[in-house]
């Protein structure tokens, strides 16, 4: 008796389809404020050169911080763009998630790229302290106040977009250098009426306070995502209480709940059943459940025979 083979031709991007009880997102989430990023990385590399030439002239430390700023921003925004370009391509079948997740290791790198900012700017400002210079308080009113209506532009475009946590870490870049024009506006004011140079590092080591904050927390947050730790919008006790919700469910385990990329909140778990007869209705109820309450937009749910003791 010969045997028969059977050859069976499996299409790639059906094994990346979401049926009617995934989630109406897809694995990656599609960007729509890559042309914005663009504008933005034009605009503050620009004026990046020419403030930087503006603060070698003034010889001014919050405008040299500032330029500093500027110049981080160009190089975080265009990391940004890349990953919102990267993050919008589908899933294959060697990234079978997609690349949402680069959004989250940009927003990483920028904001250790920020930390390595602000400690240069502070040590440059102490060395002012102690090394007082000339500076040009009218120079740097000028250029720091046309740097302060571009920093307004970008982050009115940035702002447009605050569910990416890549264009969060980028828009604390963009604030930065925001804060930094309004400190080296009042540094030169000050200067130019009063003659009290330092006023000038004093501020920009003021500004570098209150962004630390604002990086360290985005550097949190990536850091999770990029470990995968249950997102702090989810409570993972309560999830495994409300899927023993149904009756016929006897148990949970193996329950691991993760982000995939920012905002895209994955779970799967092991589910002991007393009767798989009934598994479809259960397993529809269980993903609407943990879509409308926990948020969770694809769970996988492996069900189990339950296990009878004698």
């Not at 028969?4 to 404020?33: F, K, M, Y």
């Not at 405008?63 to 700023?69: I, K, N, V």
């Not at 940004?80 to 079948?93: E, F, G, T, Y």
Request: aromatic residues 4%; negative net charge; proline residues 3%.
């Amino acid at each position: 008796m010969r045997a028969t083979t059977r050859s069976i031709r499996v299409v790639s991007g059906a094994l990346h389809h979401h049926d009617s009880q995934d989630a109406s997102r897809g694995h990656a989430r599609e960007r729509s404020n890559a042309r914005i990023l663009g504008i933005a990385v034009g605009l503050t590399l620009s004026f990046a050169a020419v403030e930087l030439i503006a603060s070698i002239m003034s010889g001014s430390v919050a405008l040299m911080a500032d330029a500093g700023h500027m110049v981080t921003d160009s190089t975080a925004l265009l990391l940004a763009l890349i990953a919102q370009i990267v993050a919008m391509r589908p899933p294959n079948d060697t990234s079978s998630y997609g690349f949402g997740r680069i959004e989250a290791l940009a927003a990483f790198v920028n904001s250790l790229v920020m930390l390595g900012v602000i400690a240069w700017i502070v040590m440059t400002a102490f060395d002012r302290l102690q090394n007082p210079r000339d500076i040009a308080g009218q120079t740097v009113m000028v250029v720091a106040g046309i740097g302060l209506l571009i920093n307004l532009l970008v982050a009115w475009l940035l702002s447009k977009d605050q569910d990416s946590i890549n264009t969060r870490a980028a828009l604390i870049h963009v604030m930065g250098d925001l804060l930094g024009s309004i400190a080296a506006i009042v540094s030169g004011l000050i200067i130019f009426f009063t003659g009290w140079a330092a006023i000038d590092p004093l501020l920009s080591i003021f500004v570098c306070l209150l962004l630390l904050k604002s990086t360290l927390l985005i550097l949190k947050n990536s850091y999770r995502i990029l470990m995968e730790h249950v997102p702090d919008s989810v409570d993972f006790q309560a999830v495994g209480q409300d899927l023993l919700g149904p009756d016929t469910i006897r148990s949970v385990h193996n329950l691991h709940v993760w982000e995939i990329s920012p905002g895209h909140i994955a779970l799967s778990a092991h589910l002991e059943v007393s009767d798989l007869a009934v598994w479809p209705s259960v397993l529809k109820e269980l993903q609407l459940l943990l879509r409308e309450k926990h948020g969770i937009d694809h769970a996988t749910l492996q069900p189990e025979l339950e296990t009878v003791t004698t």
